[in-house]
């Protein structure tokens, strides 16, 4: 069924709840965890005002961008692997030193056990990149216990990221790294690090910023992390985001992505993206333009 002009927009403006898509023999799904809020020019500063007048539909009713926090799971028979760890049971007010608003997590391992499974059945859990918002619960201990949720589990990170996460700790970012370091297993480029999951290192976000490219039933999805924060960006791939550590870079890799987001049987999934975290780019005019799946 086509989704409707109301609905895309409400979905703009909400964080995504479960959702799922099936590619072949493995299905993959969104487990919301929280959200944040991005004071849009502070997060897209290349951006202007006029812009937001134009596109009013991406804000909510304090007009501020939403995005998802969450992780995705990728199912295949029995076996089950998480890449990203939400931001963990814990809520800040906005940070006048960053463009961010409020964030809050919480709910991922609630949504995991929706979807039929406990943190023990999670083998792995790979990593987009060392941003707080991916690594909540990696550190955080669990619910009535004293170890993180997925300590049992391998934590993978591309090796270039983890090789420079001493920027990370000049920024605060020490507990977190320490309580993941006995855990870390690195990865490189191109690895298959799952049935049909394969690494893809693009710095621009980060120094090792990774993508995680999912095939299966003639199908692929790309997971591409905080390549992109905002469905508008696809439109406007030279929008980069204030806390990318190489905007330009980052830009060269967004134009890339979103090409290759337009090729048959391919999938994007945008963790950021509000209610649209699953979608497909395809031709508005002459312009790409992101198309949420309904699954």
């Not at 989704?3 to 979905?11: G, K, N, P």
């Not at 919480?106 to 039929?116: C, F, I, R, S, V």
């Not at 621009?204 to 692929?220: C, D, L, M, N």
């Not at 469905?231 to 406007?236: A, F, L, N």
Request: proline share 9%.
């Amino acid at each position: 069924m086509a989704t409707s002009v109301v609905d895309h927009d409400e979905r703009l403006r909400r964080p995504a709840g479960i959702r799922s898509v099936r590619l072949g023999d493995t299905r993959v799904s969104f487990v919301p965890d929280g959200a944040v809020q991005l004071p849009p020019r502070g997060w897209l500063p290349d951006t202007t005002d006029e812009v937001w007048t134009a596109h009013p539909d991406y804000l909510d009713d304090s007009g501020h961008l939403v995005a998802s926090i969450g992780g995705l799971l990728v199912e295949n028979g029995d076996r089950a692997l998480l890449i990203d760890a939400g931001f963990g049971p814990q809520t800040l007010p906005p940070d006048p030193g960053t463009p961010r608003g409020v964030i809050h997590g919480g709910a991922l391992l609630d949504n995991l056990a929706e979807l039929g499974r406990r943190p023990e059945d999670i083998e792995a859990v790979a990593f987009t990149h060392l941003h707080p918002d991916h690594l909540g619960w990696a550190w955080h201990p669990a619910p009535g216990g004293d170890q993180p949720a997925f300590a049992h589990a391998d934590y993978l990170v591309s090796e270039p990221e983890w090789a420079q996460r001493d920027l990370l700790e000049t920024h605060g970012m020490t507990e977190e790294l320490t309580a993941m370091a006995p855990h870390v297993r690195t990865v490189t480029d191109g690895q298959e690090i799952f049935p049909g999951v394969r690494v893809r290192v693009g710095v621009g976000h980060t120094p090792g910023h990774a993508e995680y490219v999912i095939t299966s039933g003639g199908q692929r999805l790309i997971a591409f992390g905080d390549a992109l924060h905002s469905p508008i960006q696809v439109d406007h791939p030279e929008w980069s985001a204030a806390v990318d550590h190489d905007p330009v870079r980052s830009a060269e890799h967004r134009r890339r992505l979103v090409a290759e987001l337009e090729e048959p049987h391919t999938i994007g999934f945008g963790v950021h993206f509000a209610d649209v975290v699953f979608g497909q780019v395809r031709r508005d005019g002459d312009r790409p333009a992101w198309r949420p799946l309904d699954a």
